[in-house]
């Protein structure tokens, strides 16, 4: 049996771009974990026509409609009158909604006033799912073995009520399908190319899986869905396919899941009680940035130079001024000394360096914007690259840095 | 003449939650500043006869139908082959859309392949909008003087040819009301206060004005949106209202509309010849990777030193052990001293230092997490302050590099 389910997120703000509406993506995730597919998603504003048609829309298509927004205490909040024209009911005042309300304004020290008490009035044919959160409490209907869910637009609340009282419900109700998922993070190639190599792969997957490609500046993510009856043979399914991923493409593959490379690169230095050091030039910070992100990074990153300027190249990473004139600031030489140099003055296994033009000006006909020079340095062995990337400064910047990273956990994989 | 707008996003990663969509949030406000109004947000995902369905539905409501996504070039990419369906035309080979997917792979190094070739191919019965950021083109459809518009579903494409091609062609086509917005930014207060503290200003605004509050870590934007016939009116409209907010909250304006504080640093050191350089330790990079994202500022900004570990602090950046016993790392003695230290070595006009328990661990009773000293340093001034953010490490990292951003452009804006 397959289960349609919509999402209806409610709200004039949605429609005017001041809020992004993060909860249908949070809600598209949950759902998938208990077998659950959303089939459609569709934001409205805060107006009863709108709302009463596409609940009537949704209701012709999904067996499942969840709703948020429109529940709290203010004159625009206008999906309780709504849900009673659409169920043709009434509101009516529930005590133990009121006593939860003034309990929980009287923790903040504030005072009830009458718009907190018409959040106690809920349409009487729903069961309502009390929230323990804040103050609107979530509404379940059923008609016709449709399920209709109304729950709160602000987030943390409406994610309480769904994992405690929706999806509990849900996997009461339905014997739901099994589904699996595990995405591949991938650097280093494009997606068209990906995709070509990949043609064959996708042909002979199994029915029941999908391939998406998810990129990003400098990652691409494989996404492997599947469903079927038995989470274990799922679970072979996607690792099966995984392996001959891991053949297919071992170099682009850098991770799994919700890995980035500056976690993956921690992982490895804190398990060998290394450190880490920088030289930034083009990328200005955003490396180290990037490493001290990850909550326990002061194990491994002792700290660096972002040798923005040549004087500080010179002075503070004694780059001698020679390589610089005759090489340019921009060039393997110099890069693989600044990833050497700060190897040696801040005393760390390992260095990552980089030095480019992100543009937009800077450029020359040899060196033109995009251009850039990274090295990475262990006691043993000194890597470097040029890459060309491309004309916009935020992205050159980005994909840099990624690829700063990912160098250095090649060399931190090497065998030897 | 009321135009209805409705987005229809596409992509079965916005329907599993793997990616947020974005795009609809900015598109409704970029529609909103040329004075139309999203009615509607419905995602889909790649699947023909959802795409058909949603079209012909909102057709039925909407005079203009923007869609994203599912122009790329794998097999899951499916807006083409529906659109042609839908307009009942066929795909046919545009030679200059290939010329420039030619153009972009050469400079990228690659070599073009048949999948490349695909995005040549569009529906005959479409104008075509140029994508100068990428290989999938914009397409254009009028059917009944309704209008539907396709464009690639990554940011920062779909953004280009929306500003530069689809919102020109709107202000053309329609004659539509004057809008006027201007986003004043705020620095050091909090929602809740703002909104407190500007309850009489927004009872005593023009009928036609709007404010909204779109809060971020660090930084709140007010935005102030007018519409109404003569532009120039509206103008002056604005500006006598912020005339008013530069009255009632001076202390906590930074700037205005895309301004941020790196820019205006930057603007300001850059009219004087003057030069900065800073020291970091629990913001890791963020404050120089922010500076940086700059374009121009290797004008006014020669690099610093990340001193995450307290060997770099006394090796690098000469700080007296003695302090670092006495006071801790994280001290007002010891973030002045980085300030001074790192001014003097780099020999820079003006420097910047953070230190502090970015979390979630290394706090302690008196210097719980979030606790951060930030310093800013001229040659003739040494200010320093104790902040308390809070116990996120992300938010920590933020608000320190955004806190430390305002107080260099304290310092350099203050009389004398």
Known sequence: MQINVELVTIGNELLSGNTTDTNSAWLSQQLNLIGLQVSRITSVPDIKKDILSILAESENRADIIIMTGGLGPTSDDITKPALCEFFNTKLVFRAEIFTHIESLLF???????????????????????????????????????????????VPFEMKGLFINKVAPKFQELFSLQAVYSKTIITH????????????????????????????SPGIIRLRLVTTGDDLEELKAEVKGQINKLQ????????????????????????????????????????????????????????????????????????????????????????????AINS????????????????????????????????????????????????????????????TALNLLRKLLTEPG
């Open 188 to 215: 280093g190639s494009f997606e068209a190319q990906l995709a070509e190599t990949l043609k064959d792969f996708e042909d002979e997957m199994p029915e029941n899986m999908m391939l998406a490609y998810l990129p």
């Open 343 to 402: 190897r040696l003055l801040f005393n760390t296994d390992y260095s990552i360096s980089v030095s480019g033009i992100a543009g937009p000006s800077g450029g020359t006909k040899e060196k033109p914007v995009g251009t850039t020079w990274i090295a990475v340095s262990s006691k043993s062995a000194t890597n470097s690259h040029e890459f060309r990337f491309g004309d916009n400064r935020e992205r050159n910047i980005t994909r840099a840095s990624i």
């Open 247 to 338: 053949e297919l493409i071992p170099e682009y593959i850098i991770g799994f899941n919700e890995d980035t490379l500056e976690e993956i690169i921690g992982k490895i230095l804190m398990d060998r009680g290394q450190s880490l050091s920088v030289a930034e030039s083009c990328t200005g910070g955003k490396i180290a940035s990037l490493i001290t992100g990850v909550a326990g990074s002061s194990k491994y990153f002792k700290g660096g130079i972002i040798a923005y300027s040549n004087e500080i190249k010179t002075d503070q990473l004694a780059i001698e001024k020679s390589l610089l004139e005759n090489f340019g600031a921009v060039s393997k030489q110099v890069v693989e000394n600044m």
């Open 107 to 153: 923790k903040k020290q504030l005072k009830i006033n009458e718009y907190n008490k018409m959040q106690a009035e809920v349409p009487e044919s729903a069961l309502v799912l009390h929230n323990d959160l804040g103050t609107a409490a979530g509404l379940w209907f059923e008609k016709n073995n449709k399920f209709f869910i109304s729950l709160p637009g």
